[in-house]
Each structure stands twice: as C-alpha cells, then as structure tokens.
C-alpha cells in the first residue's frame, strides 16, 4: 500500500504533498508513529503540534 501511495504522490499534483511520518511517546512511554499525507506548505505545522 505504502508503494502505491508513493508512486501516486510523485505525478501531477501529488508533488504539492508529502507523507510524514511522526514519532509520538504515548501515556504508558511507548512510542507510536502518526502517518499523514500534508501540503508541503504545512509540514512544519505538522511535526510541531502535539
């Protein structure tokens, strides 16, 4: 799925977008990853939130 989502992203519009990947420490201190697809212009709003 991940291929598919990734060959998308690379024709056309898709290049205005990039999948980022985030690492998020949980209540119990586990880490997590969060995985969106976010307008290149918003990719530092995205890894700056909590």
């Not at 420490?25 to 212009?41: P, Q």
């Amino acid at each position: 799925m991940a291929k598919k989502v990734v060959a998308t992203l690379k024709t056309g519009k898709g290049k205005e977008f990039s999948k980022v990947i985030k690492m998020v420490k949980g209540a119990n201190g586990a880490y997590s990853f969060k995985e969106e697809i976010v307008h290149n212009d918003h990719v530092k709003d995205f890894l700056k939130e909590k």
